[in-house]
């Protein structure tokens, strides 16, 4: 069984940062692909960062790169999303998930997830 804790969402000015943090729970976290997703208000829960389990594999929305970072340390059981540049554009629930097997970035192939963080970006 796998739980994920997330933290670091706050309301922040346009323009602004957030790193984002998500702690697993768990002994087999190095074998996990992980990813970022948001939902916004009356919207679908979107992908916005994935990083395979060994960092060999990692994809952006192409809404946000350029402008988030996914990163992990293993030995933390800890992945993390480091957001520049905010936009009022990014408010949304933030949520991390997990799941074994193939580098995925539907949110429907995983399987694990937390319960969420709010972003919100003022202008």
């Known amino acids: 069984q796998v739980q994920l804790l997330e933290s670091g969402g706050e309301l922040v000015q346009a323009g602004g940062s957030l790193r984002l943090a998500c702690a697993a729970s768990g002994r087999t976290f190095s074998l996990l692909n992980a990813g970022w997703f948001r939902q916004a208000p009356g919207e679908e829960r979107e992908c916005v960062a994935a990083?395979?389990?060994?960092?060999?594999?990692?994809w952006y929305a192409a809404s946000v790169r350029g402008r988030f970072t996914i990163n992990r340390d293993n030995a933390k059981n800890t992945v993390y999303l480091q957001m520049n540049s905010l936009k009022p554009e990014d408010t949304a629930v933030y949520y991390c998930?997990?799941?074994?097997?193939?580098?995925?970035?539907?949110?429907?192939?995983?399987?694990?997830w937390g319960q969420g963080t709010q972003v919100t970006v003022s202008s």
């Open positions: 998930a997990a799941r074994y097997g193939d580098f995925d970035v539907r949110s429907a192939a995983y399987g694990y």
């Open positions: 990083i395979s389990s060994s960092s060999s594999d990692i």
